[in-house]
C-alpha cells in the first residue's frame, strides 16, 4: 500500500503482467526524444536492405514470479530506424515465427512526431512480419542487405538467446560482411551464436549493453516489478565480451561490423553512428 501511495507500485495490467510504475515512467521514459534529423548521403549500391530482429514475446517471469510487461522499446527501435531510413535505407521487419513484434507501448513518447510517423509507416509490419524461420529456410541473399538490427527492450532477452534461426542469421551476416546493429539489452540475441559453436562468434569484441547493475536498482522505483532472471552483463563477461560502459548512458561503440548502443538515452548516437557507418561502407 505505501508503494503505491508514493507511486513507486509497478502497474498491473488486464494479462496479469506489471508494467512500470507511476515514478519509474517519468524518470525513466520521455515525451519527445533527442533525436536529430540529419540529411546523410543516400546509400549506393545493393544492399538496401536492413533486416530487423524483434521479439515476440511479451512478458519475462521475474525471479520473484512476477511477470513484467515487455517487448521491444520503442525508442531503440525507432530513433535507429529513423536515422537508417534518412539514409536511404529500408526495412524488413521480422521475429523467429512470425507472430507480431512486441513494442512496449507504455513507453512511447506520445509527443515526438518522428517517432509516430515512422511508427505508423512500419506498423503493418510490425503487426504482420516475416518469419525468420521461414526467411532462413527459403534462404537469404547476401546482396540485398547492408545490416541486422536487433532493437533493445526487455524482450529481446526473451526466446532470441535461444533462438537457433536468430544464431543462424547473426553467424550469416558475419560470413557475409553484413554490419549488425544493437542497443541496450538487444546483445541478448548474440547468445544465440553460442548454442552450437565451440566459441563464441562475439569472443573478445567492445559492446555498449545495458548494465546489470541497472537492472538490479529498477525494482526499487517499480520500474521491474522483481529482479531480472538472468544477468545479461554478466552473461556477455563471462564470454569475453569487453563492455565500454558501466552506466545507462549515451555510450556506443563500433568494433569491427559490430554497432552497439548502452541504454535508450544511445539510440539517437547509436542511429548516426549506424548510418554515417553504414553510408560510407558502401560508398
Known sequence: MLRKLLGIAPK????GSYSPSKIALKLATVDKTDYEEVAYRPADGSRRKILVLATERKNMEM????LFSTGNHPVETLVPMLHLRNAGYEFEISTPSGKPAI?????FPQKD????????EYKEQFDHPTSLSDLVTSGLNNEDYAAVFVPGGHGAMLGL?????????????????IFTISICHGPAAFLSTHTNRSEFLYQGYKMAVFPDSVDDQSPMIGYLPGKVPWGLSEKLRGLSVILVNSKADKTVCRDRLLITGASPLAANALGKLAAETLTSTRA
Open 12 to 15: 498491473l495490467e488486464s494479462d
Open 63 to 66: 525471479k520473484n514470479g512476477k
Open 103 to 107: 513494442i512496449e507501448m507504455w513507453a
Open 113 to 120: 512526431e518522428h517517432m509516430s510517423s515512422i511508427y505508423t
Open 161 to 177: 538467446p535461444e533462438d537457433q534461426s536468430v544464431g543462424t542469421v547473426l553467424n550469416w551476416a558475419h560470413e557475409n560482411d
